[in-house]
């Protein structure tokens, strides 16, 4: 039970970033730049991380709990949000925006590429947070 709510805890900074994307896109305001989407995104889950920590100790140090916490959190980020946002904004999965440099990057690959890889990041996130004590 406690790995479902952790997976929900990391949903948090996809949820949050999707909805001020979308709030942002209706009301016709252009993308954000780099600086101002990380320095948006980073606070989120870094707080989702320590929320995570501080509820869910597993055992670890709690500096090493929090950076697992925060890998699994950019895999679920980086796995889900292009697909939800695709869908929100065209109801298409794999739709990639614009005029994002990160989506041109992705645009130069097929589909099925792009999803691979957000699937090997997402496995080694989980491998990260989950099973660490096999790696180190």
Request: charged residues 15%.
């Amino acid at each position: 039970m406690k790995h479902v709510f952790t997976f929900l805890l990391m949903l948090l900074p996809v949820v949050i970033e999707a909805c001020l994307d979308m709030r942002d896109h209706n009301a016709g305001l252009r993308d954000k730049k780099k600086t101002d989407i990380w320095l948006l995104r980073l606070p989120v889950m870094l707080a989702v991380c320590m929320l995570n920590v501080w509820l869910l100790p597993n055992g670890w140090l709690v500096w090493i709990h929090g950076l697992q916490s925060f890998v699994l959190a950019f895999g679920v980020f980086f796995l889900l949000f292009d697909p939800l946002m695709g869908y929100l904004l065209v109801r298409d999965v794999r739709y990639l925006g614009e005029t994002s440099e990160t989506d041109v990057f992705w645009k130069r690959l097929p589909w099925w590429q792009v999803f691979l890889i957000r699937l090997w990041v997402m496995a080694v996130a989980c491998s990260v947070y989950f099973n660490l004590d096999l790696i180190v």
